[in-house]
């Protein structure tokens, strides 16, 4: 296992949520935590910044929909 290598593989975010609304049930139990995702992606993405990178203070706290 020593030769194993970490490769990444980028993700379609928008092709798995088309591949998972086809599973029964899916659709009804995303809604329920949509905001929560909403607000992790909002996070991540704003810790992502070249910014935020260098320096936390500057990464923005994620937008809440009222």
Same mark, same amino acid.
């Given at each position: 296992?020593?030769?194993?290598?970490?490769?990444?593989?980028?993700?379609?975010? =928008?092709?798995?949520?088309? #591949?998972?609304?086809? #599973?029964?049930?899916?659709?009804? =139990?995303?809604?329920?935590?949509? #905001?929560?995702?909403?607000?992790? #992606?909002?996070?991540?993405?704003?810790?992502?910044?070249?910014? =935020?990178?260098?320096?936390?203070?500057?990464?923005?706290?994620?937008?809440?929909?009222?």
């Amino acid at each position: 296992m020593a030769d194993l290598k970490f490769e990444p593989i980028a993700q379609d975010h =928008a092709e798995f949520i088309a #591949r998972a609304k086809l #599973r029964p049930g899916f659709t009804e =139990a995303y809604a329920v935590l949509e #905001r929560e995702y909403a607000s992790a #992606r909002q996070t991540l993405d704003a810790r992502c910044t070249p910014d =935020a990178a260098q320096d936390p203070t500057k990464a923005q706290p994620p937008h809440t929909p009222h």
